[in-house]
C-alpha cells in the first residue's frame, strides 16, 4: 500500500476514533475534504474556489459531488460554507430539524446511487430551533411544522428520560434525533442500507457548533447518555 494511503487511512481512523459509523470501506477521502474544510472555515483561512465563467459552463454538463450532506434548513447552518467547498462539490438536502420523510429518503438515494457519493453525513446543529421548538411543545403539535416536530419528539423523549438541566436536554435531544435521522434512514432506505452493506457507502453523524464554526463527529449508536460530542 502506498504511503498517503496509509496515512490517510491513518488519519481517517483518528478522525472518528471511538465512534460508530457505518461503512467503513468507503468515503474516507471525501470524509477527509469535509473535514479539513470545516478547519479552514473555523480558521478563516478559507481555500480560493473556482466559481466563475468556466467552472459554471462546465457544471453545465453535470455534476460530480463526492458527498451528500442532510442538514437543517437554519439560515446560520450553511454546509457550503461550513465545509469550504465549491460549486458541483456537495449535494446537500436542508430541512427544519434534518428529519427524513420520502421525499427527503428520494433525495438522499439521488445523491448517494444516482450521482455515487461515497459519504453521507447526517448533520445536526447547536441551539436547533426545531428541537427546542419540540422541547417547549404542549399537547399535540398540528398541522405542516407539527408534522417536523413529531418526527423530533421520540428525541426530545430520551433526552428527558436523562433527567438533565434544560441546555443539556437540549444537546442530548439534537444528538438523539441525528441518531434518529440515521435509524430512519437505514430502516426505510433500502438502497441506503445496502450501500453501506457492499462498503460503497459510508453514513456520518455530526453536530455544528455555532460559535465555534466545528464540526463533530458524533456516534449513530443507541446510547443517548454518554458522551456528547465535544472533543
Known sequence: MKLSRVLLALFCLIAVSGFVYAGSGAGDESLTKMIDGNKRFVSGELAKKDIGDQRRQELTKGQHPFATVITCSDS?????????????DIFIIRVAGNVVEPTTLGSIEY?????????????????????????DAKGEPEGNIGAILKKIMP???????AKKDKDETLQIAIQENVRNTYRDIMKNSKIVKELVHEGKLKVIGAEYYLGTGKVEI??????????????
Open 218 to 231: 458524533i456516534d449513530l449508536g443507541t446510547a443517548p447518555h454518554g458522551d456528547h460530542g465535544h472533543h
Open 76 to 88: 446560520r447552518v450553511a454546509p457550503e460554507l461550513i465545509f469550504d467547498q465549491g460549486l458541483g
Open 111 to 135: 445523491g448517494v446511487e444516482h450521482l455515487h457519493t461515497p459519504l453521507l453525513i447526517l448533520m445536526g446543529h447547536e441551539k436547533c430551533g426545531a428541537v427546542s421548538a419540540t422541547l
Open 155 to 161: 428525541a426530545v423523549n430520551t433526552a428527558k428520560a
